[in-house]
T-cell receptor, first 117, second 113 residues
Framework: DAGVTQSPTHLIKTRGQQVTLRCSPKSGHDTVSWYQQALGQGPQFIFQYYEEEERQRGNFPDRFSGHQFPNYSSELNVNALLLGDSALYLC????????????????FGQGTRLTVV | GENVEQHPSTLSVQEGDSAVIKCTYSDSASNYFPWYKQELGKRPQLIIDIRSNVGEKKDQRIAVTLNKTAKHFSLHITETQPEDSAVYFCAARRTGGSYIPTFGRGTSLIVHP
C-alpha cells in the first residue's frame, strides 16, 4: 500500500497561470481533503471531496476548485495564481466517518511544493 | 468555527529533558484531538490522539492530556532524543460527519544532543 500519493512533488509557476495538483488516496479511503500549508504555519483546510462532490469548504476563494474521480482520486486546481499561493499543498485521505465511531485518522501525502514567481 | 491556539511556537531542550506543548480550542463540541509530527520535508504523521471520554493517554515516551472544562490539551514528550526534533501540530475536531480537523500553527521542537 503506497499510502497517499501526490504529484508533482515540486512545481514552479508564474503569477496569473493556472495549476493542477493530483492526489491518490490510501487504499480503502474514499474521502479526500486538501490543505494549504504556508511556511511556518499549520495546514489550512481548503475543501473536502466525497462521492465526487465538494462536501465542505474552508475560507478560500473561488480560484481554488477541485474534482474527485470515481476511483476516489482528486485534483486541486488554482486559477490566476498569486505570489501568496506559494505553499505546500497537502492531500489527506480518510475513510468515511460513521457517527464518529472507529478510526478517524487522516493520512497525509508528502505534499506538492508550489512556488509562484 | 473551531479555533486552535498552540504554544510555544519554538521549543528548545537538551537531550533527555521533557518537552510540553500546549493547545487550546474554542468549540466545546470538539471531541477528538490528534497530534501530528512533521519532519523537515515530510508529511505530517499522526503520533497520538485522544478522545473526550478520557483525560490522558500514553504511548511509550509520549502522552497527551485533555481538560475539557478548560478546553485545553497538551502533548508531553519525556526523555527527548534528537530524532524527536520536528514540527508538532495539534488539531481538534468534532466526530461524526466529515473529518475536518482544525490545526494549530505548530511548535518547532529542537532537541540538542
Amino acid at each position: 500500500d503506497a499510502g497517499v500519493t501526490q504529484s508533482p512533488t515540486h512545481l514552479i509557476k508564474t503569477r496569473g497561470q493556472q495549476v493542477t495538483l493530483r492526489c491518490s488516496p490510501k487504499s480503502g479511503h474514499d474521502t479526500v481533503s486538501w490543505y494549504q500549508q504556508a511556511l511556518g504555519q499549520g495546514p489550512q483546510f481548503i475543501f473536502q471531496y466525497y462521492e465526487e462532490e465538494e462536501r465542505q469548504r474552508g475560507n478560500f476563494p473561488d480560484r481554488f476548485s477541485g474534482h474527485q474521480f470515481p476511483n476516489y482520486s482528486s485534483e486541486l486546481n488554482v486559477n490566476a495564481l498569486l505570489l501568496g499561493d506559494s505553499a505546500l499543498y497537502l492531500c489527506a485521505s480518510s475513510p468515511t466517518s460513521r457517527g464518529g465511531a472507529g478510526n478517524t485518522e487522516a493520512f497525509f501525502g508528502q505534499g506538492t511544493r508550489l512556488t509562484v514567481v | 468555527g473551531e479555533n486552535v491556539e498552540q504554544h510555544p511556537s519554538t521549543l528548545s531542550v537538551q537531550e533527555g529533558d521533557s518537552a510540553v506543548i500546549k493547545c487550546t480550542y474554542s468549540d466545546s463540541a470538539s471531541n477528538y484531538f490528534p497530534w501530528y509530527k512533521q519532519e523537515l520535508g515530510k508529511r505530517p504523521q499522526l503520533i497520538i490522539d485522544i478522545r473526550s471520554n478520557v483525560g490522558e493517554k500514553k504511548d511509550q515516551r509520549i502522552a497527551v492530556t485533555l481538560n475539557k472544562t478548560a478546553k485545553h490539551f497538551s502533548l508531553h514528550i519525556t526523555e527527548t532524543q534528537p530524532e524527536d526534533s520536528a514540527v508538532y501540530f495539534c488539531a481538534a475536531r468534532r466526530t461524526g460527519g466529515s473529518y475536518i480537523p482544525t490545526f494549530g500553527r505548530g511548535t518547532s521542537l529542537i532537541v540538542h544532543p
